[in-house]
């Protein structure tokens, strides 16, 4: 069965070069390069830590670029959830895909949050130094009483020591098993930035996070639905992702965290199903450079840049792998989404 479908992607391929499909072999010569760099990262990973992934160290390593990204993140937390200023204090946070600081972390700490704990999957390499001067910076930008309560929570003048009590920071777990904790209803936020585009159970994941989440507990996710670059950084079609093959995207997936191509209806259709109060925000589109300020609930087909986006999609959306092609035009330019939602109280 697998020999018949490599077979079918060669004379594919084949028929490419024939008819001067350059796009297409682009495509098929970096989902080769994918594969490859996926193996390679995997044996290096297996030679230097045993299971636990070592994830590169994330692109934005610049201080400032960095307090500027959590200030973005946190900022988009509170403005767009109703009575944000209570969201926090008092409450039991959980960070999932901390990343490789603590800085969103710290920002509840610093509006009052009762405990955070932030777990990752992978354990993404830190580079200490910056990450206390990171803190030092963070800390200087807040008053007299947030700065105490960063203070009692985390020590970074000479090593970084932690408040368990406070903040607690976990690698190595998944959102997907989360179970591991081995605690429900445990928690009243849980909020992620950039993460759950890169988790491969989706299902399981949400299973987890509502198990673990109080009634009337919100969960905020911010979601990249964007091809993360694969293909896009090389100018191709923002939607090329979505015409490769399943078992290429599987392979490929297996060992490089490339997006799931989960798209906005699967997470309308999950809230639906977990019976949430929800609200799903556009953050943008696909062509367009900026984020929309601010995100929005719905489209308007007559506005220039979503006509140009659609436009956009209007050519290729035959080209993509079902069930893509099927796809409502609205939901396929979608590139990016701030989902809020609420457990219902029992
Ligand atoms: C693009 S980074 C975003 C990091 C951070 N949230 C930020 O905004 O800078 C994605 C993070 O998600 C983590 N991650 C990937 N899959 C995960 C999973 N299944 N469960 C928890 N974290 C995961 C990665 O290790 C990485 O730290």
Redesign the pocket.
């Known amino acids: 069965m697998k020999q018949k479908i490599f077979v079918k992607y060669i004379s594919e391929l084949i028929n490419c070069i024939k008819v001067n499909e350059f796009h297409t072999i682009i495509k098929y010569i970096l989902c080769i390069c994918f594969i490859l760099k996926g193996l390679i990262l995997t044996i290096n990973y297996k030679l230097k830590r045993g299971r636990v992934k070592y ?1 590169q160290i ?1 692109n934005h390593y610049n201080i400032d670029a960095t307090i500027n ?1 959590i200030n973005r ?1 946190y900022e988009d937390y509170i403005k767009y959830i109703p009575n944000s200023t209570d969201l926090f204090r008092d409450k039991r946070i959980l960070e ?4 490789d600081n603590l800085g969103i972390a710290l920002k509840f700490i610093s509006q009052e949050a009762e405990f955070v704990l932030t ?4 354990y ?1 390499i830190r580079e200490r130094k910056k990450e206390q001067t990171l803190y030092d910076k963070l800390k200087r930008d807040l008053n007299k009483k947030q700065q105490k309560l960063i203070e009692n929570t985390i020590n970074f003048e000479n090593e970084i020591q932690l408040n368990k009590k406070k903040l607690n920071y976990i690698y190595g777990v ?3 098993n989360l179970n591991f904790l081995n605690i429900d209803k445990a928690f009243d936020v849980i909020v ?4 759950l585009e ?3 159970d989706l299902d399981k ?1 949400f299973l987890e996070m509502d198990k673990i989440l109080k009634p009337g507990g919100w969960m905020i996710h911010r979601i990249d639905l964007r091809d993360h670059e694969m293909f896009s950084g090389v100018k191709l079609h923002p939607l090329t992702f979505l015409t490769v093959p399943h078992l290429i995207y599987k392979i490929i997936r297996k060992n490089l ?1 490339t997006p799931n191509r989960k798209l906005i209806d699967y997470y309308r259709n999950k809230m639906v199903e977990i019976n949430y109060d929800y609200k799903i925000l556009i953050t943008s589109i696909i062509g367009m450079q900026e984020e929309f300020t601010p995100f929005r609930e719905n489209l308007n087909s007559n506005e220039k840049k979503v006509k140009n986006s659609l436009k956009l999609l209007e050519n290729f959306q035959n080209r993509l792998k079902m069930p893509f092609k099927m796809k409502n035009k609205h939901d396929l330019i979608i590139s990016g989404i701030f989902l809020i939602a609420k457990k219902k109280l029992l």
């Open positions: 994830h994330l990204h993140v999932i895909g901390t990343g777990i990752d999957k992978y993404i998944g959102v997907e992620s930035n950039a993460v890169h988790v491969d994941a965290n």
